[in-house]
């Protein structure tokens, strides 16, 4: 278990990193959506502290490797990258999926923030997957 600690850290720091890189594409993309999230009544604004649980989600979704990753990897065979991108669709449907549904059908935002959080939450599972599976090898 303490062998996966330091594995699950690179990979949340490399969620972390990936989902800002992505965002600020998206941003640069989509500039409607940069007004979208400057809309105080609808998001918190960064100077609010409890933004700083933004930050630490990744790690959360994570630590939630170091639990299950001893239980499931026999199931996975193959190159990294295969077992990576297996472990990054179950973490897409148990995770992404249903959080962007939550967030769609209970907040006002739009069509295309949703979207392009989903695309974004894939590819943050992938990288996370990635970094994990590999260290931990």
Not at 44 to 63: A, E, I, K
Not at 87 to 108: D, E, H, Q
Request: aromatic share 16%.
């Amino acid at each position: 278990m303490k062998k996966l600690v330091i594995p699950a850290f690179l990979s949340g720091l490399s969620m972390l990193a990936t989902g800002i890189a992505i965002g600020y594409l998206f941003d640069f993309l989509i500039p409607s959506l940069k007004a979208e999230y400057a809309n105080t009544a609808l998001y918190r604004s960064m100077d609010d502290p409890l933004m700083y649980l933004f930050f630490f989600q990744p790690f959360v979704v994570c630590g939630t490797l170091v639990w299950g990753w001893p239980r499931i990897r026999e199931h996975f065979t193959g190159s990294t990258g295969n077992m990576a991108f297996q472990v990054a669709l179950i973490m897409f449907f148990l995770t992404v999926i249903p959080g962007m549904l939550m967030t769609f059908s209970s907040f006002k935002v739009s069509v295309v923030a949703t979207v392009t959080w989903t695309v974004m939450g894939f590819f943050q599972v992938l990288v996370a997957a990635l970094v994990f599976i590999r260290m931990s090898r």
